[in-house]
C-alpha cells in the first residue's frame, strides 16, 4: 500500500511560483506513473500533469493544455517523489492539489490507484 503525501501549498499572488512536492511511502514510487489533480469549490476534480515511470529513454511527460508553459512535473527517484513546480500563477489555479500513483499512464482520474490529503494552492489577485 502505497502512501502519499503533498507539501508545500500555500498562498501567493498571481504571477509567483510554487513548487509542491509528493513524497511516497510504503511503496516505491519508481514503478508508478506519478500525476498531479486540482479540485477547485465546486468543481470536479481535474488532471493537471502526469509523468511516466523511469525507463532506460527517462520519463515522458503531459500536461492540460491551460498550464503548458507555466507548470513542470518532476521526479526524483532517489527520493520517491515528485514535484510540480508552478510559475506563473493565476487566480484560477487555486484549488486543492492532489498527488496520485497510477500503474497506467494517462490523465484519467479513475486509472489512479493512490491519492494524497491534498494540498490547498490559493493565487490572489
Known amino acids: 500500500q502505497v502512501q502519499l503525501v503533498e507539501l508545500g501549498g500555500g498562498l501567493v499572488q498571481s504571477g509567483g511560483s510554487l513548487r509542491l512536492s509528493c513524497v511516497a511511502s510504503?511503496?516505491?514510487?519508481?514503478?508508478?506513473?506519478g500525476g498531479w489533480f486540482r479540485q477547485a469549490p465546486g468543481k470536479e476534480r481535474e488532471f493537471v500533469a502526469a509523468?511516466?515511470?523511469?525507463?532506460?529513454?527517462?520519463?515522458?511527460?503531459v500536461y492540460e493544455d491551460s498550464v503548458k508553459g507555466r507548470f513542470t512535473i518532476s521526479r526524483d527517484n532517489a527520493k520517491n517523489t515528485i514535484y510540480l513546480q508552478m510559475n506563473d500563477l493565476k487566480p484560477e489555479d487555486t484549488a486543492v492539489y492532489y498527488c496520485?500513483?497510477?500503474?497506467?499512464?494517462?490523465?484519467?482520474?479513475?486509472?489512479?490507484?493512490?491519492w494524497g490529503q491534498g494540498t490547498q494552492v490559493t493565487v490572489s489577485s
Open positions: 496520485a500513483a497510477s500503474s497506467v499512464t494517462g490523465r484519467i482520474r479513475d486509472s489512479y490507484d493512490y
Open positions: 509523468i511516466t515511470r523511469s525507463s532506460w529513454s527517462g520519463s515522458a511527460t
Open positions: 510504503g511503496g516505491t514510487f519508481t514503478s508508478y506513473t
